[in-house]
């Protein structure tokens, strides 16, 4: 079964750290990109980070500095390692796969809350 599942989230401090974890299962031979993005109430969902199959990497502005992501060397599993957290990173996170599997080119894990109080 394709599939990703995200755990990780809560409820922290700012300037607090938070680890997400992204399992894939079902594809992890045909990924080429994944990446977490997230979504805040009333806003659009926004890029927070990418990783390719080559180890490099891509992150959103407002995170630059402050998140780091990693994987596995299969794909099987990808974390967003979150420093200094700010009320403004609170949103759901979703992770994200981008494959060469027919039907199943882009993968939506389910989401996983963060929240960061003041």
């Known amino acids: 079964q394709v599939q990703l599942v995200e755990s990780g989230g809560g409820l922290v401090q700012a300037g607090g750290s938070l680890r997400l974890s992204c399992a894939a299962s079902?594809?992890?031979?045909?990924?080429?990109?994944m990446g977490w993005y997230r979504q805040a109430p009333g806003k659009q969902r926004e890029v927070v980070a990418t990783?390719?199959?080559?180890?490099?990497?891509q992150y959103g502005d407002s995170v630059k500095g402050r998140f780091t992501i990693s994987r596995d060397n299969t794909f099987n599993t990808v974390w967003l390692q979150m420093n200094s957290l700010k009320p403004e990173d609170t949103a759901v996170y979703y992770c994200?796969?981008?494959?060469?599997?027919?039907?199943?080119?882009?993968?939506w894990g389910q989401g996983t809350l963060v929240t960061v109080s003041s």
């Open positions: 994200n796969a981008l494959s060469s599997l027919p039907g199943y080119r882009e993968v």
């Open positions: 079902g594809f992890i031979f045909r990924v080429n990109v």
């Open positions: 990783i390719n199959s080559g180890g490099g990497t």
